[in-house]
């Protein structure tokens, strides 16, 4: 049984780069064809795809974030990090990190999700 906890600052200030890190039990990392990924909801904007990295470290990053994103693992802490820099109020949302047992999207698991704020 996969589960994932995300962690990081809850506040932070325009021009800030985040970093959030989900943590993986339950499952390695680097379990074949597993894709992590991590995703963002907001009242405006929705359920909006950030990016993923697949089992063997390839990553994927939506072509609007794609500028500012990062997405990274420790595979000894079998951890996924998500950096996203220059932050704006626009940026504001509850931030998931999931887990799919393949490349489909389904989404199989799914964090508690942790809320970051962008306000100066």
């Known amino acids: 049984q996969v589960q994932l906890q995300e962690s990081g600052p809850g506040l932070m200030k325009p021009s800030q780069t985040l970093s959030l890190t989900c943590a993986v039990s339950?499952?390695?990392?680097?379990?074949?064809?597993?894709?992590w990924r991590w995703i963002r909801q907001s009242p405006g904007k929705g359920l909006e795809w950030i990016g993923s990295?697949?089992?063997?470290?390839?990553?994927y990053y939506s072509p609007s974030l794609k500028s500012r994103t990062s997405i990274f693992r420790d595979t000894s802490k079998n951890q996924i990090t998500l950096q996203l820099a220059s932050l704006t109020p626009e940026d504001t949302a509850k931030y998931y990190c999931?887990?799919?047992?393949?490349?489909?999207?389904?989404?199989?698991?799914w964090g508690q999700g942790t809320q970051v704020t962008v306000s100066s």
């Open positions: 999931v887990g799919d047992s393949g490349p489909s999207f389904s989404f199989d698991y």
């Open positions: 339950g499952g390695s990392i680097t379990s074949y064809n597993y894709y």
């Open positions: 990295i697949s089992y063997t470290g390839t990553t």
